[in-house]
């Protein structure tokens, strides 16, 4: 079992930047390969970014690629997401989630893949 929370969320206006943390405790969270996921009201929960086990690798979606990027932090058991350039179509609940894996270049994408994900924390960027 691994916990993971989020924190770093708030209100900044378009073109600013936050830094969103995902932190974890339990289990070795080197093992898992972490994503980043969205849902703003009344749509449906989608993927913003993914790094492998490793950090070797990264992906991200299209809507946000060239403007966020995904870390990882191993000795301090934590991810983040640097999210600069912001546009009020990222205003959303962003999640972390987690899932245990063997391949060092697993990149998940699919929500369904994650065994594990945090509360949310809520981005509000305004025009």
């Known amino acids: 079992q691994v916990q993971l929370v989020e924190s770093g969320g708030g209100l900044v206006q378009a073109g600013g930047s936050l830094r969103l943390s995902c932190a974890a405790s339990?289990?070795?969270?080197?093992?898992?390969?972490v994503g980043w996921f969205r849902q703003a009201p009344e749509k449906q929960r989608e993927f913003v970014a993914a790094i492998t086990r490793s950090a070797g690798s990264t992906d991200y979606s299209d809507s946000v690629k060239g403007r966020f990027t995904i870390s990882r932090d191993f000795a301090k058991n934590t991810v983040y997401l640097q999210m600069n350039s912001l546009k009020p179509e990222d205003t959303a609940v962003y999640y972390c989630?987690?899932?245990?894996?063997?391949?060092?270049?697993?990149?998940?994408?699919?929500?369904?893949?994650?065994?594990?994900w945090g509360q949310g924390t809520q981005v509000t960027v305004s025009s």
């Open positions: 989630a987690a899932v245990y894996t063997s391949n060092y270049y697993y990149i998940p994408m699919d929500r369904d893949e994650y065994d594990y």
């Open positions: 339990g289990r070795a969270f080197s093992g898992y390969a």
